[in-house]
């Protein structure tokens, strides 16, 4: 009930193996950080950092080129119509960093057709997949790993958390220590809180049985097409089956949440 089978279909998710050899599916966060060390060690570019950029960016082919003379058409990255031409020809799989973005840090790898907008400020260690949009405002606080086509929105803050595809957080969220399933979305100003008021691990409740983590930080796990409602609060260790309903204004308690609930 509580492995991660129960809550994603990895199968086609290029980063399942975080959660290989894990009895419970927050085991995944325990195995963040190592993850994403190696991964953005083998795969990064040298990007300008820690200071806002002063003109946009372009990464193609694993190189970064200048804006000058390029042409952006900045529709929706997430259904793949961002587009950069040079001289007429499309750059396919090019991605834009937007004048005034603030990358800290050298361990940051950006995938094909990603958007980052002015006024972002990732920290590394950072992966972002393709054809994601990171929006203006949003603030990744080390040890973030998303999909592809996700949305990290505006004024949205993400430590120690992981995004699997199609993922959206569009509007004022917070998330720490936090896994978003495949093709969830976060309804503007969902708040997942990471840390109990008394000092102490976080655990895990069921019907049968309370389950203890091991760790002191740990949010929320919203399984497969989750939706949360406006302003909705997760308390600590917090889990959502596939396919529930979070409604607005709710404070979901901790604990498993089965599939297809109805919380209000």
């Known amino acids: 009930m509580l492995a991660h089978e129960f809550f994603f279909d990895l199968a086609s998710f290029e980063h399942k193996s975080l959660f290989d050899g894990q009895i419970h599916v927050w085991g995944a966060l325990k195995n963040l950080k190592g993850y994403v060390n190696n991964y953005c060690a083998a795969a990064r570019i040298e990007l300008p950092a820690d200071k806002p950029l002063a003109e946009t960016l372009i990464i193609y082919n694993g190189e970064i080129l200048a804006s000058a003379g390029l042409n952006i058409d900045y529709c929706d990255a997430t259904k793949g119509k961002l587009a950069v031409q040079k001289k007429g020809e499309q750059l396919e799989g090019a991605s834009v960093i937007m004048a005034g973005t603030v990358l800290m ?17 990732i ?4 992966i972002i997949g393709d054809n994601t949009e990171v929006r203006q405002g949003a603030y ?3 040890y973030c790993l998303i999909g592809k086509r996700c949305v990290v929105g505006h004024v949205t803050e993400i430590k120690h958390s992981i995004f699997l595809d199609d993922a959206k957080a569009g509007h004022f969220a917070y998330l720490g220590d936090s896994i978003l399933g495949n093709a969830v979305n976060l309804g503007a100003g969902t708040k997942m809180a990471n840390l109990r008021f008394m000092s102490g691990d976080v655990h895990v409740r069921t019907p049968n049985k309370v389950f203890a983590t091991g760790l002191r930080k740990l949010g929320a796990i919203l399984g497969d097409h989750v939706q949360t409602g406006c302003n909705s609060v997760t308390n600590p260790g917090t889990l959502l089956g596939k396919r529930a309903i979070v409604f607005p204004n709710t404070t979901v308690p901790s604990g498993y949440h089965a ?6």
Not at 105 to 121: F, M, N, R, T
Not at 123 to 126: I, L, Q, R, V
């Open 123 to 126: 920290k590394s260690p950072a």
């Open 259 to 264: 599939d297809s609930s109805l919380i209000r």
């Open 140 to 142: 990744l606080r080390g």
């Open 105 to 121: 840090g050298d361990a940051i790898v950006i995938g094909k057709g990603v958007l980052i907008e002015s006024g972002a400020l």
